[in-house]
């Protein structure tokens, strides 16, 4: 059975019926951080139901908690959540939190423990992080229908600042020598295995198929469901040998004033037979005014969960196609302006530093150019950030095959539309902006030059 055969809120997964004695279920939202401004029962009353009324309800906990550390050097936003949030988190029946993202760690190494130590401390259980690599690879354990069914829940994330290695904590690495070995030996021991799993390329519909192809090995490793979230907005999902992959889910608690396409998100809440899951009710969620909610019954949400059918069909049948295309327009609308201003193509910046962009090596120098640098880094060892810039540039050398059709060239565009709120399609570069500006800036000045000089001269 395949996601294209389904267009409800009620997917059919397998024929076993559970019995009584290994009937149970998993509740499963995206990201998650808690603002002092909402941190007052910021879950709506239906949703709070079902969330308590599951046997392992899990979010992903996408910051560390205020005051826990220092700041974390990395590129991108430091992330922290309200120093309630434990607490919150536990009155809305969250069981347990994965901490595998790339801003678990943004609090450095004290944040990390702090954060977990607090979580913990409220009665949340805490996967996907912990002191080095070894222990964040460590699966949270927990048994469920009345202590019959063994449940191991694993949380991993992409290469990001903060992943724990042998000697320091940090998140759970998706990539780490260890991680399928530990899955895999896990799951012939447990009754059911869940990977909880950040990554993936930030609001688009699909993920990368090198992402695709990794979580569908962690299922070849035996684990019973994968849930995913980074994107910010819900991708499609599939089944792989009977076991769903949900990529994204989207935002759960998160606001993102900026981009109103992340208000809608998804939640998944799965039916188990022991180790089978038999039935998954797709949860559509919208954050609005500080409370995160139920969509109601009608047009707003039949669309989402037709769109995140649709994304699934097309995940299953046509992902090269449509992620080409999606790494293509990505490329040229935020990684084209990264690269150039890291290879000092900026034209503002070479006028204000003309020895740091024309000096031998000047451009490599970290002094003044750290975030420059950090962002490169970034770039070259994160899994889906790499595989936007390689697919992106096998197109357009011609080293790929390329497979788009015009259908899945238009189609993705419409589909970045609704989940990007910035322009996609041939938008002008940061740099190219800023040119302009200047070369406007000099052009309006000239007048008033050649009067001054006029003066001057007579």
């Given amino acids: ?106 609090l450095g190494r004290d944040g990390v423990l702090e954060t977990a130590s607090a979580l913990r401390d409220a009665g949340v259980a805490v996967c996907g992080a912990g002191t080095d690599a070894e222990d964040a690879l460590s699966p949270h354990r927990e048994r469920v229908a009345n202590g019959s069914v063994d449940v191991a829940l694993f949380g991993v994330c992409e290469r990001e600042f903060g992943v724990a290695d042998a000697d320091d904590p940090g998140a759970a690495w998706v990539c780490h020598p260890d991680a399928r070995r530990r899955v895999a030996a896990t799951a012939d021991a447990a009754d059911a295995t869940l990977l909880v799993s950040h990554g993936g390329t930030e609001y688009v ?16 490793d035996g684990v019973d469901a994968v849930v995913g979230h980074h994107p910010h907005v819900p991708q499609g999902w599939e089944e792989a040998d009977g076991t769903p992959v949900f990529y994204s889910l989207g935002n759960f608690l998160f606001e993102q004033r900026r981009r109103p396409s992340t208000r809608e998100g998804l939640a998944v809440e799965l039916a188990f037979a022991g180790d089978t899951p038999v039935s998954a009710d797709l949860v559509p969620v919208e954050f609005v005014d500080g409370r995160v909610r139920e969509i109601p019954e009608g047009e707003r949400r039949d669309a989402l969960l037709g769109r995140v059918h649709r994304l699934g069909r097309l995940t299953a049948e046509d992902l090269h196609a449509h992620w080409q295309e999606v790494a293509d327009r990505v490329f040229l609308q935020r990684y084209a302006g990264w690269l150039r201003e890291i290879g000092g193509g900026d034209p503002v910046k070479g006028l204000c530093n003309p020895g740091t962009h024309l000096r031998k090596g000047g451009l490599w120098e970290a002094g003044g150019r750290e975030s420059e640098l950090l962002v490169l880094l970034n770039l070259i060892r994160n899994e889906s950030h790499r595989a936007v810039v390689e697919t992106a540039l096998k197109l357009r050398t011609g080293i790929a095959a390329d497979r788009r059709t015009p259908d899945a060239i238009e189609r993705t565009r419409e589909l970045l539309e609704e989940t990007e709120d910035r322009p996609v399609v041939d938008p002008p570069s940061k740099s190219r902006r800023r040119a302009e500006a200047l070369v406007s800036r000099l052009v309006g000045d000239l007048p008033g030059l050649s009067r001054r000089s006029a003066g001057d001269g007579a």
């Fill in 1 to 106: 059975m395949t996601a294209q055969e389904h267009a409800g809120a009620r997917v059919r997964l397998a024929d076993a019926e559970p019995s009584d004695g290994d009937r149970w279920s998993l509740f499963v939202g995206g990201d998650t951080i808690v603002e002092e401004s909402f941190a007052d029962r910021p879950v709506g009353p239906s949703l709070r139901r079902r969330m308590r009324d599951a046997d392992l309800t899990v979010l992903n906990l996408e910051g560390a908690i205020e005051g826990a550390g220092d700041p974390l050097t990395k590129s991108g936003a430091i992330k922290r959540t309200d120093r309630r949030t434990p607490a919150v988190l536990a009155a809305a029946g969250v069981d347990a939190v994965s901490l595998a993202n790339n801003h678990a760690a943004d």
């Fill in 205 to 220: 519909p699909f993920p990368p198929v090198a992402r695709r192809r990794r979580l569908r090995r962690f299922v070849d």
